[in-house]
T-cell receptor
Framework: ELKVEQNPLFLSMQEGKNYTIYCNYSTTSDRLYWYRQDPGKSLESLFVLLSNGAVKQEGRLMASLDTKARLSTLHITAAVHDLSATYFCAVPYRYNYQLIWGAGTKLIIKP | NAGVMQNPRHLVRRRGQEARLRCSPMKGHSHVYWYRQLPEEGLKFMVYLQKENIIDESGMPKERFSAEFPKEGPSILRIQQVVRGDSAAYFC?????????????FGAGSRLTVL
């Protein structure tokens, strides 16, 4: 059975700092998704990583995928308050639509 | 494009009552998925439907839960005789296809509270 683990689960940081969220998964997969969720809201797709070595960047967020290590990272550069949210990674299990989700990383960025 | 529409956004039921959650997918999307999110947890896959067909219901409890996506109208997730453990946020998502990147577009969720 596929397990997806994120760490840390909670992160409080100051604006302007850099940090990385890690997502490990337990079985082979060639793709991984990152989503963002604001409190009480829906999930917004951030990145789709489709191959080993894939790197995608959007603003202050950069995601990468190492399928050999079964690891994805979400790096935040010079954090700003607007990035406060919960970030989830998800990996397909058997089929593309059956995503297994990490528990989420709750990120609080203090002004 | 209104995106994925779910209603109701909040639903309160007493134990033993029925809950019906509705989901209209994005325009042009024929694949619908339901996920459940317990507080402070990630989402758990429940069911995948296409019009008039349940494709995969392996994540849905065998009893009390059912889902449909009729030819006309929204997809419905139905929970009969609700219990406190059913309290959760239920998210619907849709996609244009299941191959390729298959990015899911989520609705805002329906938050069920069972008293």
């Amino acid at each position: 059975e596929l397990k997806v683990e994120q760490n840390p689960l909670f992160l409080s940081m100051q604006e302007g700092k850099n940090y990385t969220i890690y997502c490990n998964y337990s079985t082979t997969s060639d793709r991984l998704y990152w989503y963002r969720q604001d409190p009480g809201k829906s999930l917004e797709s951030l990145f789709v990583l489709l191959s080993n070595g894939a790197v995608k960047q959007e603003g202050r967020l950069m995601a990468s995928l190492d399928t050999k290590a079964r690891l994805s990272t979400l790096h935040i550069t010079a954090a700003v308050h607007d990035l406060s949210a919960t970030y989830f990674c998800a990996v397909p299990y058997r089929y593309n639509y059956q995503l297994i989700w990490g528990a989420g990383t709750k990120l609080i960025i203090k002004p | 494009n209104a995106g994925v529409m779910q209603n109701p956004r909040h639903l309160v039921r007493r134990r033993g009552q029925e809950a019906r959650l509705r989901c209209s997918p994005m325009k042009g999307h024929s694949h619908v998925y339901w996920y459940r999110q317990l507080p402070e947890e990630g989402l758990k896959f429940m069911v995948y439907l296409q019009k008039e067909n349940i494709i995969d219901e392996s994540g849905m409890p065998k009893e009390r839960f059912s889902a449909e996506f009729p030819k006309e109208g929204p997809s419905i997730l139905r929970i009969q005789q609700v219990v406190r453990g059913d309290s959760a946020a239920y998210f619907c998502a849709s996609s244009l296809r299941v191959s390729g990147a298959n990015v899911l577009t989520f609705g805002a969720g329906s938050r069920l509270t069972v008293l």
